[in-house]
């Protein structure tokens, strides 16, 4: 996968410097990905889910301690991060 928004995962680690590994795996793992579809992301990302109101996915980061949104394009192979958010931040409800 091509990934964009990276700035998003350095200025979040800045602030909480526990969540640069595991941010950082993530991002090998991404780069590294082929996801045709959700699925796959299920596959490789089992805790992953899809926001019902705006169809982002959402990645469970850090032993569920972070949440990152991003928009896929399975098709054009493009993952774009948007946010990451704490567990305690985080609302399903709007996503």
Known sequence: MKVYGEAVLTRF???YADARK????????ARGADWPHF???KQTFRATGLGRKTGRVIFDIGGNKY???A???FEKR???IEEVWTH???DRENL
Do not use: G, H
């Open 67 to 69: 949440r990152l949104i």
């Open 39 to 41: 699925p796959a992301i």
């Open 71 to 73: 928009v896929v394009n």
């Open 22 to 29: 595991p941010l950082r795996r993530f991002l090998e793992i």
């Open 78 to 80: 493009v993952l774009l």
């Open 88 to 90: 305690e931040k985080y």
């Open 13 to 15: 680690a800045k602030k």
